[in-house]
């Protein structure tokens, strides 16, 4: 599939500002969606709206929906049906789920968590291992290397810690961790891994295995679904633990995690948003990691030619990896001379759409020698952005 095909099944890109193309380099705060998407949301509360569980046709439709949701999540993230749980969004899933996790600490142990991340994966720990009389140790970002090493994360890890709370890639500078490598080192230790994959997704194969992690989240509104969250929990730690839940409420898995009733409508668009996914892939054989060689094959001139450009402009701060290597295709960077405020309103103005502050990622933005209140100019791109587009937006921040 082309790009201009990909750009035709988005009907939000055909959006115009001021009579111009509007230009959406706002992925990390929510991507935009196929028109597949939006016709499943509408067709299940159209056609097929009921809550889960009745002896009638539109209720065995509903429970239908989210078993092959669940089935595609399983091939998505690859894991079991039963490991896939899922909740308003990822910062409601963490909260809950870290009430029922913080109930296997004792007073002595400690948490790890991370300064890059976004604050959905590091408060929630923080306010648990409060409750718990739990320490919280903070994995330092490497200014030099540009993310949080593998290293620094290790360096706080000893016999007492029970978790590692940390993301795939960063929301604000794009950079990766070595997650995977962290996993490595700490299993069999008694170290639980809870990874943040929001950022991470809509760009990479998240492969649960191969990482080797235990619990995993994401939200698929910022994979080109609605508004739905995501936890993976591996099972024989999920049975150890127990869940927050009302006794009427299943006690089986992975219901046993889900809080209150689903939004049935968006799991369907989230249905529709992975067979999306699987429809970019070449190689059906080898699955999704497919669809991520061709997303990044789209990506791929668009961060070089965004670096290139980047390196002619004058008077900007680019915060983060300097290179295409070890990073999403995000973007943080701050003017010597305008606010990211007055810049974000100012493209905003002329249809492109960057968002500006701290994006919840408030320790890194303190980390990085900025101010919260000011944040950066965050350019998100995607596979459906277009070199041109990224020329747009340089010519326009060469004439502000
Ligand atoms: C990296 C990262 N983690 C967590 C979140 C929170 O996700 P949600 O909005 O689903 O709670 C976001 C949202 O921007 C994010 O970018």
């Known amino acids: 599939m082309r790009v201009d095909d990909i750009r035709g099944m988005f009907p939000a890109l055909a959006r115009q500002v001021g009579g111009r193309q509007a230009i959406y380099f706002d992925g990390p705060g929510g991507s935009q969606v196929p028109r597949s998407v939006a016709d499943a949301v509408s067709n299940h509360l159209l056609e097929s709206n009921a809550n889960y569980g009745p002896n009638f046709i539109t209720g065995r439709e509903t429970i239908a ?6 089935r595609k999540l399983a091939k998505f993230l690859n894991c079991g049906e039963t490991e896939v749980s899922f909740g308003q969004n990822m910062t409601s899933l963490t909260f809950a789920f870290s009430r029922a996790l913080s109930m296997t600490w004792q007073v002595g142990d400690n ?36 993310t949080v090493t ?31 490598g962290i996993c490595r080192e700490v299993r069999g230790r008694g ?42 929990g591996r099972g024989e730690v999920m049975r150890e633990l127990n869940p927050y839940k009302i006794i009427p409420a299943s006690d089986a898995e992975p219901h046993c995690w889900e809080t209150g009733t689903q939004n ?25 990691s497919a669809t991520f060689d061709y997303i990044r094959e789209l990506e791929a001139p668009l961060v070089d030619r965004f670096l290139e450009r980047f390196r ?10 300097a290179g295409s290597e070890g990073r999403s295709p995000t973007f943080a960077f701050t003017s010597q001379i305008e606010s990211p405020e007055r810049l974000a309103k100012r493209l905003g103005d002329q249809g492109v759409f960057v968002w500006n502050g701290h994006m919840y990622a408030v320790r890194l933005v303190d980390a990085l020698g900025l101010k919260r209140e000011e944040g950066v100019l965050r350019v998100g791109l995607m596979h459906y952005n277009t070199v041109s587009e990224v020329d747009r937006l340089f010519d326009l921040l060469e004439g502000l």
């Open 65 to 70: 929906v989210v078993q092959e949701v669940r």
């Open 111 to 146: 948490v790890v968590v991370s300064e890059m991340d976004h604050d959905a994966n590091i408060t929630p720990w923080v306010l648990a291992a409060r409750d718990r009389g739990v320490e919280v140790r903070v994995a330092r970002y490497d200014r030099e290397a540009g």
């Open 191 to 232: 170290v639980r891994v809870f990874v943040d994959g929001v950022h991470h997704a809509p760009h990479e194969r998240i492969d649960v295995k191969d990482l080797g992690c235990d619990f995993l989240v994401c939200s698929a509104y910022k994979f080109f679904g609605p508004h739905v969250g995501i936890l993976f």
């Open 312 to 321: 002619e402009l004058k008077n900007y701060v680019l915060h983060g990896i």
């Open 150 to 180: 593998k290293d620094e994360v290790l360096r706080l890890v000893d016999d007492r810690t029970k978790l590692v709370a940390i993301t795939l890639s960063s929301n604000l500078v794009g950079s990766h961790v070595e997650v995977g």
């Open 264 to 288: 049935f409508a968006g799991l369907a668009g989230l249905s529709a948003g992975l067979d999306y996914l699987w429809s970019l892939g070449r190689d059906k054989e080898a699955g999704f």
